[in-house]
């Protein structure tokens, strides 16, 4: 069932998560398999003569947030409504909450944030919306209120709010992960750890496209001093956090840079009937004879994986390889679209190696040859031969796979 947690985060100033835990979702933006969930938070500060509401909620859960809402303030008292990111997930509760609010509020945001909401919602959205620009500031309740553009992570429209007496950063997307985390802050190591991979997986299948903006625009508000004096810092999405506010951005560096874990290989294949498996047994073998920590996803007639989270052990993986059978003179569907979105969404600087197999003339080879030469992987090697393995196959299959650990290394 999906509930909403009302929490307060700190008293001076007065300031509440509003989290909507959504775990009804399953295909997040109606693509990745996200069986962890998510959350929609939303933040309300209290200060001496405005309250401000930082983001809303997903359209589909507007009864449930304003309910939540309520029990923290009048929604006619909202004086201010910043919105960082427009996209409906944190947007879409806008137009309900403003009628409540009687239009009274001021909304904050970009040049572009202002015209996507109006696309999305009409005229009256927008009616008494206040354009910012990129470092610019406005006092609010006796607070400086300094809002940061980081286009690309990941609409053009993004920014974040720096509250500066307080030093807390709200960052919408930035920051952000799937799951539902048990606590609501970072104060518990254990939930972080349960949490992180999730974050990836956000990064990779969210932002990934954009994934140099990350390193580019967290290097931005490093600059500004910002980051290394956050008391919080408080994303739309997961965990908010507190304890350790700089960690999570220079999570988000690590990923977006595509920094690998020791030894980790990322081996990717299907598998009809057995044929390109027989192939893989040997690359595993040689892998691990290497001192490699292979990490499995494979299609055949019996699993599936979810390409979500195939696409996010692709930043921290040393190397890839990539196993497929010829089907109708293609690439095999599953590797097909699993590939597509790797390149699309986590085209890191990695060694490749390809694996094929084939009935009577192999295609799949070349052509993932041919997608991996305009990505900005390294084809290292191709590997392709017809039926089962002869020694001769596994021969080039052992060379092949030390040519890749040599080139990781
Ligand atoms: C539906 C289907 C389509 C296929 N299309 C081709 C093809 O176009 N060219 C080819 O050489 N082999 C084709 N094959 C044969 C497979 O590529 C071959 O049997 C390969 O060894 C399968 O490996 P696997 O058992 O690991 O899936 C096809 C097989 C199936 C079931």
Known sequence: MVAVRVEQLCTDPELYIIRVDDDRIKYFEATWEIPEGITYNSYLMKLDGAVVLFDASKGEYTDIFLDALRKIVDPKEITHIIVHHTEPDHSGALPKLLEENGH?????????????????????????????????????????????????????????????????????????????????????????????????????????HYHKYIVQNIKKLKGLGIVEEAKMILPGHGLAWCKNPKRIFEFYEAVGAGVPEKDKVLVIYDSMYGFVEKRMEIVLDELKKLGKKPVVYRFTDKEAPAVSDILGEVPSAEALVIGASTYEAEIHPRVRYTLYEILDKANYEKPVLIVGAFGWGGVAGKKIETLISRSKFDLVDTVESRGRPTEEDERRLREAVRKLVAWAS
Request: hydrophobic share 40%; aromatic share 12%; with cysteine.
């Open 104 to 208: 009274r509020a001021q909304i904050i945001g970009t040049q572009f944030a202002r015209n996507l909401l109006q696309g999305f919602y009409g005229d009256e959205v927008v009616k008494n919306f206040k354009v910012v620009k990129d470092g610019e500031e406005l006092s609010i309740g006796g607070k400086t209120f300094r809002f940061i553009t980081v286009p690309w992570l990941h609409w053009p429209d993004t920014m974040i709010t720096y509250v500066v007496e307080d030093r807390l950063i709200f960052s919408c997307d930035a920051g952000g992960g799937y799951g539902i985390p048990e606590a609501i802050d970072d104060s518990d190591e254990k939930v972080v750890e349960e949490y992180l991979p999730h974050v990836t997986k956000y990064i990779v299948t969210v932002i990934g």
